[in-house]
């Protein structure tokens, strides 16, 4: 009796893994073939980042060639010129930097509270706040430009630093609560239950519990919006103008109705986009974790 129950498991077990060899993707063609396409695709969305590399190390009038160019002698004149040009463009770099990195502390000092408030311990009608956050991104940005530019102009507050930092974190509030959300409903609750009946009050739990376990989701989070934090420009562009200027609007300066300006362009943004790419590939281990978080039960 024991042998053929152990012959009828040894059949069952080779019957699974056949069936799992004949799915897609399972034999050694088809994970060929969808490696292939994933480098393709990859190569296709860095493809425009790596074009404008390539361009930045061209003379101006290389960069301008129809069709290029593609034996034409590299230069670093477009970052030269970036550099050692009539404005410096540290003073934009450094504002970018305070905007961007104030903005995402202020937001997860905000977004990780909220979020716990209706993951972990849900308010009631939770699901009527979660609307309301996302509902506040439904307004396109022009329209709340006016507004907030009169606003900035009666209290004096135009060409204010600051006042990016308290427009960047109201921009990626909601983004930030939703996301924290869905992290912070992954942590077990017998883990909090057990810090609770050890006496931890609610300061420990979030800053000794919460936070270690909801690291790859907070991180995750924060990248996105320190880059949505670096790369805006419409609010910017309007409400600074030379003290509080950013690294966008400093770019924008490069584009001029005479001349030729492409190598420039592509060097400045080039330059300008280091601090982001360096701030992802030193976080993608905490952002693929964070991003997939929840994914799967």
């Not at 129950?5 to 050694?28: F, I, S, V, Y």
Request: net charge positive; charged share 10%.
């Amino acid at each position: 009796m024991s042998s053929a129950t152990t012959d009828a498991g040894t059949r069952n077990e080779q019957q699974a893994e056949q069936a799992l060899a004949k799915q897609p993707g399972r034999n050694g063609h088809g994970g060929s073939l969808w490696g292939l396409l994933a480098w393709v695709v990859g190569l296709l969305f860095v493809s425009p980042v790596l074009w404008m590399v390539w361009i930045s190390f061209h003379s101006e009038q290389d960069a301008s060639a129809n069709p290029p160019k593609f034996t034409a002698p590299l230069t670093a004149v477009g970052y030269r010129d970036f550099f050692s040009g009539g404005q410096s463009p540290w003073p934009s770099l450094l504002n970018s930097a305070t905007a961007s990195v104030c903005s995402t502390i202020l937001v997860l000092l905000l977004a990780v509270p909220a979020a716990y408030a209706l993951s972990i311990r849900p308010v009631k009608k939770w699901t009527d706040v979660m609307f309301f956050f996302l509902s506040t991104k439904m307004l396109p940005a022009v329209a709340g430009l006016l507004p907030i530019y009169l606003i900035a102009k009666h209290i004096g507050v135009l060409d204010n630093i600051w006042l990016l930092v308290i427009i960047y974190a109201t921009m990626n509030l909601p983004i930030a609560v939703w996301m924290m959300r869905s992290f912070l409903a992954e942590v077990p609750v017998a883990i909090l239950e057990a810090a609770a009946i050890d006496g931890a009050r609610l300061p420990t739990i979030m800053t000794k519990i919460i936070a270690p376990v909801a690291m790859p989701g907070i991180a995750a989070t924060s990248l996105i919006c320190f880059i949505f934090s670096w790369n805006e420009l419409l609010f910017s562009k309007v409400l600074t103008a030379v003290v509080a200027q950013t690294a966008p609007v400093f770019l924008t300066g490069f584009i001029t109705s005479q001349g030729l300006f492409l190598a420039k362009v592509c060097a400045a943004a080039t330059i300008i986009s280091l601090p982001v790419l360096v701030a992802g590939f030193a976080a993608q281990d905490k952002l693929v974790q964070g991003l997939s978080l929840g994914a799967v039960k």
